[in-house]
C-alpha cells in the first residue's frame, strides 16, 4: 500500500455548532465544508491546517457509531484517515492478507466523495484508521 498523506483526522463532537468557535476563534481555523453523510448517520464540518484537514463529527442518530463513541469516551480524537495511492480496495486486501482486522470489506463512499475503509483498531496498535481515495 502507498499512503500519499495524511488525509485527515477525526475528532467527534456532541455538536459541530457548539465546537466550531474554538477551531475557529481560537485556533483561527475557517470551516469550509460541512455535510451530513445519511448512512453513517453523521454530520461532518471540515478545517484545514496546511494541508491537513481536521475532521468533526456529530452524530445525527443515537444508532451512530460517533453517538456511541461518545457515549463510552467522550468527545475527543477519534480517527486518523491515510490517502492511498493504489485504491481503497486494493489497500484493504492488502491490509487482510498482512493479518489486519478490517471493519469494511469493501469500499463505501464516505463525506467530501471520498471512498472510504476502516481497519480495526485492535489490529492497528488502538488507533482507528480510515482509508481513502478521491
Do not use: W
Not at 41 to 67: C, H, Y
Request: hydrophobic content about 40%; glycine content about 8%.
Amino acid at each position: 500500500m502507498k499512503i500519499s498523506h495524511i488525509e485527515h483526522l477525526g475528532i467527534a463532537v456532541k455538536s459541530i455548532e457548539e465546537a466550531l468557535p474554538y477551531y475557529e476563534n481560537v485556533l483561527g481555523l475557517k470551516c469550509y465544508n460541512i455535510e451530513t453523510v445519511e448512512d453513517q448517520k453523521v454530520k461532518t464540518a471540515f478545517l484545514k491546517v496546511g494541508d491537513t484537514k481536521i475532521e468533526l463529527l456529530e452524530p445525527t442518530s443515537p444508532e451512530s457509531t460517533i453517538a456511541k463513541f461518545l457515549e463510552t469516551k467522550g468527545p475527543g480524537f477519534h480517527h486518523i484517515a491515510f490517502a492511498v495511492e493504489d485504491g481503497v480496495a486494493n489497500a484493504l486486501a492488502e491490509c487482510e492478507a498482512n493479518g489486519i482486522r478490517v471493519i469494511d470489506k469493501a469500499p463505501r463512499n464516505g463525506a467530501e466523495g471520498l471512498k472510504i475503509a476502516f481497519l480495526h483498531p485492535k489490529s492497528t496498535q488502538g488507533v482507528l484508521t480510515e482509508l481513502c481515495e478521491d
